[in-house]
């Protein structure tokens, strides 16, 4: 009954974390897409990529992107991106590292709708490769 009731709760609060890219429809109101790639480059960059939509146009849509690279023990941000959009319904944030040492670094990003007075979070992760 306790789980049961922590599911509820966080399906009902918006804080529900997106799997592969998708929102999970019954989680949220307005947040449909909720999205992170990384694709590695030839020269020791990595692209990024992270997308917010909504199922309508609402006040305001926003995604950070998180770059992070593990240290031995835990994820350690590396560098961060945002983009924000007023009265529409997608934003993207797309940029490259410079030149990055190696190790194993992935992307995470945080996802935010605000509409009404109703705000709905989630982050989605890309899959972390080793360059």
Same mark, same amino acid.
């Given at each position: =009954?306790?789980?049961?009731? =922590?599911?509820?709760?966080?399906?009902? $609060?918006?804080?529900?974390?997106?799997?592969?890219? *998708?929102?999970?429809?019954?989680?949220?109101?307005?947040?449909?897409?909720?999205?992170?790639? =990384?694709?590695?480059?030839?020269?020791?960059?990595?692209?990024?990529? +992270?997308?917010? +939509?909504?199922?309508?146009?609402?006040?305001?849509?926003?995604?950070?992107?998180?770059?992070?690279?593990?240290? +031995?023990?835990?994820? &350690?941000?590396?560098?961060?991106?945002?983009?924000?959009?007023?009265?529409? $319904?997608?934003? !993207?944030? &797309?940029?490259?590292?410079?030149?990055?040492?190696?190790?194993?670094? *992935?992307?995470?990003?945080?996802?935010? !709708?605000?509409?009404? +007075? &109703?705000?709905?979070?989630?982050? $989605?992760?890309?899959?972390?490769?080793?360059?």
């Amino acid at each position: =009954m306790v789980t049961v009731s =922590m599911l509820l709760f966080l399906l009902t $609060s918006g804080l529900a974390e997106a799997k592969n890219g *998708r929102a999970t429809p019954q989680a949220f109101n307005y947040l449909s897409k909720a999205q992170s790639l =990384m694709f590695v480059n030839a020269n020791n960059t990595i692209s990024v990529k +992270g997308e917010t +939509g909504a199922y309508t146009d609402v006040e305001k849509i926003a995604v950070t992107v998180y770059l992070e690279k593990y240290n +031995g023990s835990g994820w &350690t941000v590396v560098k961060s991106w945002d983009n924000c959009n007023y009265d529409d $319904s997608n934003v !993207i944030y &797309t940029g490259t590292s410079g030149t990055l040492s190696p190790g194993t670094y *992935r992307v995470k990003s945080y996802h935010r !709708i605000d509409n009404h +007075g &109703t705000v709905e979070t989630t982050n $989605s992760y890309a899959n972390q490769q080793t360059i």
